[in-house]
């Protein structure tokens, strides 16, 4: 067992990607307390090496090895705060597992986040990418965060407003590499409305009597709907959604409603947000696959990694998929994971 704080050398990080590509760290470290992090990210400054903050790795692509520290962020917390009549506050470290603290809040009969069930990763990189899925999203309950502040070395508490959430976007990604997440506050409720709004859902409690739902009842609809179109990562590396709905303004929406009456999106009073998967699907994309990666067969969102190949692959085959989208809509897709290396 290697100890919290303990610098390593040559570490595999196959097996903390959830693509499951091979890339290895030049140095690599497991931090589990605020203590051991603040150290290991001196440890970096003064060997002049940048440091690489990891969480489950569910949500990057390793283009290549990495030269600097890796820290793995493994700083466990769950508890329940500021409990008030239906209302509770759950407080969540960055090491958590985020399907497990869904669950734990779900089984606890609260409700806000069991939308959310099943999305791979820890609960620290949760806001860097706003986390989403069937109308609920991680902003709608999260209160706080608190944070090392790189900049100044200080702790940092930053509210909801200040997090500057939009659709998978975040402070967080528009100043990487600046907060390090080391604690999540989500204010639940045992009595807000459930979002059931989706179609999948819909379907799904479709003719069953909604009266005595409860947030695991919602949490295991959404398990099933995701199971039955998502591959899990354990079984076949993914990183989940690899690309955006991208956002388009309602006049291009209007446009291609009108050349593609079929085309699926969800469209606003200013703008609207386009199906990538959609989008993929039409260019022909959905089930490919090739000697290393391919297209998830029932969804076309998901890039998958079936023969262990590298990050290049994976963004080859990427490249590939934007370029099709836009000569054939005009719309560019945006990668959801980070890269980590050169892209090809």
């Known amino acids: 067992m290697t100890r919290s704080g303990e610098i390593r050398e040559n570490v595999s990080l196959g097996a903390m990607n959830s693509l499951g590509i091979e890339a290895r760290a030049r140095y690599f470290v497991s931090v589990s307390s605020i203590e051991a992090l603040r150290r290991a990210l001196e440890w970096a400054s003064e060997a002049s090496i940048e440091p690489l903050l990891l969480g489950g790795g569910s949500n990057l692509v390793f283009a290549g090895d990495y030269s600097g520290l890796v820290i793995r962020i493994a700083i466990a917390r769950r508890c329940w705060e500021q409990v008030n009549g239906d209302e509770a506050t759950l407080v969540l470290g960055a090491g958590e597992n985020w399907h497990d603290s869904v669950l734990y809040a779900a089984s606890?009969?609260?409700?806000?986040?069991?939308?959310?069930?099943?999305?791979?990763?820890?609960?620290?990189?949760?806001?860097?990418?706003?986390?989403?899925?069937?109308?609920?999203?991680?902003?709608?309950?999260?209160?706080?965060?608190?944070?090392?502040?790189?900049?100044?070395?200080?702790?940092?508490?930053?509210?909801?407003?200040?997090?500057?959430?939009?659709?998978?976007?975040?402070?967080?990604?528009?100043?990487?590499?600046?907060?390090?997440?080391?604690?999540?506050?989500?204010?639940?409720?045992?009595?807000?409305?459930?979002?059931?709004?989706?179609?999948?859902?819909?379907?799904?409690?479709?003719?069953?009597?909604?009266?005595?739902?409860?947030?695991?009842?919602?949490?295991?609809?959404?398990?099933?709907?995701?199971?039955?179109?998502?591959?899990?990562?354990?079984?076949?590396?993914?990183?989940?959604?690899?690309?955006?709905?991208?956002?388009?303004?309602?006049?291009?929406?209007?446009?291609?409603?009108?050349?593609?009456?079929?085309?699926?999106?969800?469209?606003?009073?200013?703008?609207?947000?386009?199906?990538?998967?959609?989008?993929?699907?039409?260019?022909?994309?959905?089930?490919?696959?090739?000697?290393?990666?391919?297209?998830?067969?029932?969804?076309a969102l998901v890039l998958v990694n079936h023969s262990k190949g590298s990050g290049q692959d994976v963004l080859a085959l990427a490249n590939r998929i934007r370029e099709d989208v836009e000569a054939r809509f005009g719309i560019a897709l945006e990668m959801e994971p980070g890269v980590i290396g050169s892209c090809p």
């Open 108 to 299: 606890a009969g609260y409700r806000g986040i069991e939308n959310l069930a099943l999305i791979p990763g820890t609960v620290g990189a949760a806001p860097v990418q706003n986390i989403g899925a069937y109308g609920t999203e991680l902003q709608d309950t999260l209160v706080d965060i608190r944070a090392l502040d790189r900049q100044t070395g200080n702790d940092v508490l930053l509210t909801n407003s200040l997090c500057h959430f939009s659709y998978r976007d975040s402070v967080f990604k528009h100043e990487p590499g600046r907060y390090v997440i080391t604690e999540v506050r989500l204010r639940l409720s045992r009595t807000r409305p459930f979002s059931l709004d989706y179609r999948d859902l819909r379907d799904y409690f479709d003719g069953q009597d909604l009266s005595d739902l409860t947030p695991l009842d919602v949490a295991s609809a959404v398990m099933a709907v995701r199971r039955r179109k998502l591959p899990d990562p354990e079984q076949l590396p993914n990183a989940g959604s690899f690309f955006k709905n991208p956002v388009v303004p309602l006049a291009t929406w209007e446009s291609l409603k009108e050349q593609h009456p079929e085309i699926a999106g969800y469209p606003g009073d200013d703008n609207a947000k386009v199906a990538a998967a959609w989008l993929i699907d039409q260019c022909g994309w959905k089930g490919y696959r090739n000697s290393r990666v391919g297209v998830h067969n029932r969804q």
